[in-house]
């Protein structure tokens, strides 16, 4: 095909053999004929592409939400055991790294929170051992301390007799 301006307006040009015919066909058709479709389908491409291009980004940006809501939710949970909620219980919806990252992180705080019980129970436990000690060690002084007033109370008042004294030293 080719071109030809005539009287200022621009025609394509373009022959064919036809076989069936056995001779050439010539097409002239003017140039603004063709140009208006397309013309006209340009722009039903632009407008495809923008109306395509704002859906992506719609997409994008819902998807992106979605996906974020369980990174969000995980962030929560870990800023409450940081705060030291251990009570806390993170729940993510997906089936991807995020929820096992969550199940992790309930787990880890579970077993914080039956540590820390366990240490409040040792501690407990330990302070009565020691209070437990110094009863043990008050009680032997305590009974020294009485039966040596009893004994120097009977040399008092039997006029210095040590027998009383005696039996209660042995």
């Known amino acids: 095909p080719f071109q030809v301006v005539l009287g200022g ?3 394509n040009i373009s022959m064919e053999h036809s076989d069936y015919l056995d001779m050439y066909v010539a097409y002239i058709v003017p140039q603004d004929v063709l140009l208006r479709d397309l013309n006209e ?4 491409a632009v ?3 923008v109306l395509g291009g704002g859906l992506a980004v719609a997409l994008a940006v ?11 939710r995980v962030m929560e949970g870990i800023e409450a055991i940081e705060r030291g909620n251990l009570d806390v219980e993170i729940q993510v919806d997906s ?3 995020i929820r096992t990252i969550a199940a992790g992180l ?6 914080i929170k039956v540590l820390m019980e366990e240490k409040a129970q040792i501690e407990i436990k330990k302070k009565e051992a020691e209070i437990m000690m110094l009863q043990r060690q008050i009680r032997p002084h305590f009974l020294y301390n009485t039966l040596d007033t009893i004994s120097w109370m009977a040399i008092d008042d039997m006029g210095g007799e040590n027998r009383v004294s005696e039996m209660i030293s042995a």
């Open 62 to 72: 819902g998807s992106s939400k979605v996906m974020s809501r369980g990174v969000s």
């Open 47 to 49: 407008m495809l592409l």
């Open 106 to 111: 309930n787990h880890m705080a579970g077993r």
């Open 9 to 11: 307006q621009a025609w």
């Open 95 to 97: 089936n991807d790294e």
């Open 41 to 44: 389908l340009s722009r039903i």
